[in-house]
Structures are given as C-alpha cells and as structure tokens.
C-alpha cells in the first residue's frame, strides 16, 4: 500500500496541476506538429497502451451496477455508458488504425496525427468520463 | 483495492505518452515497476499492458511484429471484456427505463 501511495504521489508530482499539464502537453503537441507533421513510433504505440489501460477502467465501470439514487456514490451514471461506449469505438478504431499502419510500414518512425489525435482524444474523454469514479475510489 | 491501481495506472498512462526527457522516463519506468507487486496481488489484468509499457518506454526501437502479435492477443481480450461490460449495462439500463415507464 506504501508503495501504490507513493506511486500515486509520485504520478501527481509528474502530472502537476491539471492546466499545467494541459499547457504542457499543447506546447509539446504543438512542437511535434512543427517539427515533424506526426508522432514518433514509441509515442503512439504508449498512447494505444494508455487507451488499452484506460479501456480497462472504463469496463470496470461499465460492470457496476446502475446509480438508483440510493446505491452511490460507487454505481454506473446511465447517463454516461454512451458517451464512455462513443469514446471507446473510436479510440479502438484508431488504435487499430495505427496497429494496421505500423504493420504496413514496419519501419516507418512518425505516426500521421489524425489517428493519434483521435486515440488521445478518446483517452481524454474516458478519463474525464470515469473521474467522478476514480476519485471516489482513491478516498 | 483493485480500483485504486487501476486508478493510479491510469495516471500513470495518461502521463507517459507526453513525457521525453529520459530522467522523467526512469521515473514513470521505476514507478510502473514499483507498482508490479501489488499488480501481482489485486490486478493481474493489468500485468501484460503495464509490462509493455514498461518495455515500450525502455526500448529505444520501433515495435517488432512479435510485440504487435502480442498487442493483438490483449487487445482482443479487453476490447471483448468491454462489449460484454457495455451490453449488460445496456440491458439493465433497458429494464430499469421499462420498468419506469410501467409505473406510470
């Protein structure tokens, strides 16, 4: 457990706040539409792995059991089980996208933007989608 | 205790795809693996993703075909773990609506 606390700290101090975060990860989005018009290989492939990590989470949330108003905090938002099913449909389109370019190409070392955009972007969406969850289980 | 790995790996992942400079890419790698033994105990699903994490950042190379084919083998089972997951909750969410609209 010390180690999962201390894990999480250490993922919170490298993530610092949220909108530093996101100016980050911008400044860096845009550095490497300038630079080269797509993402490196190692880039994309972790991107499908955080989309597959986040996918799991997703899924556990799609097993609880439905919000009735009496059985919260931790149940299902019926509201969101689309929106969570949109994101992952495209995420996996894309992941697919990418896996069926990298095996195409096998040597090619930038990943075009539009399937990394969309991956991330469903990542985004999944996690913003199962945060309410997330933080009700971290306490 | 599940969920809370999940949840920490899932910062975790969010994280990695944006960081490059290769001293924050020794700690995400020591934090990944720090994490492993608790993996061991309450959220074995997540081993072969979290290790090909782990493999993807250590690895200065592309992805070898051997490693799309094993990519391929997990997806497969958590793509269909989600449908499963997806098609019950629209199922329980179809009788709870009918069952509403029976009591009025």
């Known amino acids: 457990m010390k180690k999962i606390v201390l894990t999480l700290a250490l993922?919170?101090?490298l993530s610092g706040c949220a909108s530093f975060q996101k100016g980050i990860e911008r400044i860096q989005a845009g550095y490497e539409v300038v630079t080269t018009a797509g993402v490196s290989q190692r880039t994309a492939v972790i991107a499908m792995q955080?989309?597959?990590?986040?996918?799991?989470t997703a899924t556990n949330?799609?097993?609880?059991?439905?919000?009735?108003?009496?059985n919260g905090p931790v149940?299902?938002?019926?509201?969101?089980?689309?929106?969570i099913d949109a994101a992952i449909y495209a995420g996996r389109s894309a992941r697919n996208?990418?896996?069926?370019?990298?095996?195409?190409?096998?040597s090619v070392?930038?990943?075009?933007?539009?399937?990394?955009g969309t991956l991330t972007k469903a990542t985004d969406t999944l996690l913003e989608a199962t945060a309410v969850y997330r933080s009700v289980l971290g306490k | 205790m599940y969920q809370v790995v999940t949840a920490v790996i899932a910062?975790?992942?969010?994280?990695a795809p944006a960081v490059s400079t290769a001293g924050t890419i020794a700690k995400i790698i020591s934090s990944l693996v720090a994490l492993l033994p608790a993996l061991v105990k309450f959220a074995q699903d997540l081993i072969p993703t979290v290790k090909n994490i782990i493999a993807t950042l250590r690895s200065s190379e592309g992805i070898t075909p051997e490693q799309l084919e094993e990519l391929d083998a997990?997806?497969?089972?958590?793509?269909?773990?989600?449908?499963?997951a997806s098609a019950a909750a629209a199922a329980e969410d179809a009788a709870a609506e009918a069952e509403a609209l029976g009591k009025v």
């Open chain 1, 11 to 13: 993922a919170l101090s």
């Open chain 1, 50 to 56: 955080s989309y597959d990590v986040v996918a799991i």
């Open chain 1, 61 to 70: 949330y799609q097993r609880l059991r439905r919000c009735t108003g009496a």
């Open chain 1, 75 to 83: 149940c299902r938002d019926p509201a969101l089980r689309t929106r």
């Open chain 1, 97 to 106: 996208n990418i896996k069926a370019y990298l095996r195409q190409n096998p």
């Open chain 1, 109 to 116: 070392t930038v990943i075009r933007l539009a399937d990394y």
């Open chain 2, 11 to 15: 910062l975790i992942a969010q994280i």
């Open chain 2, 74 to 84: 997990i997806e497969a089972k958590i793509d269909a773990d989600y449908d499963e």
